[in-house]
């Protein structure tokens, strides 16, 4: 009988287990099940159909090495010995897209560097081998695995990491699972907050003033700027706002079709070569 033909419940332990070797995830698993992701991510936790973590040693077997790195596999003994430390987890961009800079992967590296030299544990997970974020030695411990919320939460569940960091890419996988991550789904599930994050500003980081207006609320502050529509009135908006300033078009990535502007002239100039990069979006003039 086909599997979208069973209630979950029908489907016992040996069963889920060649499932998930498969490679069927639990959101597809509940699809077919006519459920919900976390109705089977409790049933399999409850059948101890849980990942372990196997480690790939950078070091070839020549000598120990200190720092693998490892990746899921439904097996029976993991490879992976969480240690007491207090651990911060920090979230990867995932896949490449084109179009992205490398300032996303430079801010992971750092807060690695950073949280290192704070006496944390450091946890990176990422899928994207083509990153300095996944050099084997840039954080303690270093998770190839896909970013999706099974995942991630499988990882947090290995670890119990005091936080997870997941802002430092924009509008890319890891702020998608800020909420699904950071909630518990129930009393008995381990909660781990989001480190620095405005949960409801994921998708927010190219609509001007929009993350800008949560900053009084965390004691912070913004240069001055403005969403400028194109055209003579968006022209006038900008002289308003004050220049110089910094150019952008809303949603680029990588520094693509962003300028100086000094004067009303470059200004009147800028729109409309920032009209062939953003033609949906306002530009947005941060006053320097």
């Not at 499988?154 to 997870?164: A, H, K, Q």
């Not at 890419?169 to 909420?179: E, G, K, M």
């Not at 220049?243 to 009147?268: I, K, N």
């Amino acid at each position: 009988m086909a599997l979208q033909d069973r209630a979950l419940t029908a489907v016992m332990a040996p069963e889920l287990q060649e499932l998930k070797q498969m490679g069927f995830s639990d959101r597809q698993l509940a699809h077919l099940t006519k459920t919900t992701e976390d109705q089977v991510r409790d049933y399999r936790k409850g059948l101890g159909i849980v990942p372990v973590y196997k480690t790939v040693d950078t070091c070839a077997a020549e000598f120990e090495a200190e720092t693998p790195y490892h990746y899921s596999t439904y097996e029976d003994e993991s490879e992976v010995r969480p240690s007491d430390k207090p651990k911060v987890m920090i979230l990867g961009g995932g896949p490449n897209r084109i179009g992205q800079g490398i300032e996303f992967d430079y801010c992971c590296c750092h807060a690695s560097f950073t949280l290192r030299e704070l006496g944390y544990e450091t946890i990176m997970v990422n899928s994207n081998p083509e990153t300095v974020s996944t050099d084997y030695d840039t954080s303690d411990r270093l998770y190839f695995e896909p970013l999706t919320r099974e995942d991630v939460l499988n990882i947090v569940e290995t670890e119990r990491p005091v936080g997870i960091i997941v802002q430092l890419w924009r509008s890319d996988p890891p702020q998608t699972l800020a909420a699904p991550v950071a909630i518990p789904r129930s009393p008995s599930r381990f909660a781990h907050p989001n480190l620095g994050h405005l949960t409801g500003c994921d998708r927010h980081g190219g609509r001007p003033g929009a993350v800008r207006g949560h900053l009084p609320g965390i004691g912070d502050s913004a240069a001055p700027q403005r969403p400028c529509p194109f055209g003579a009135r968006g022209d006038r908006r900008g002289q308003s706002g004050g220049l110089p300033g910094g150019g952008a078009p809303s949603y680029v990535l990588g520094g693509r079709g962003m300028e100086v502007v000094y004067s009303q002239a470059d200004l009147e100039t800028y729109m409309f070569k920032a009209v062939l990069v953003e033609p949906e979006h306002p530009v947005l003039i941060v006053s320097f």
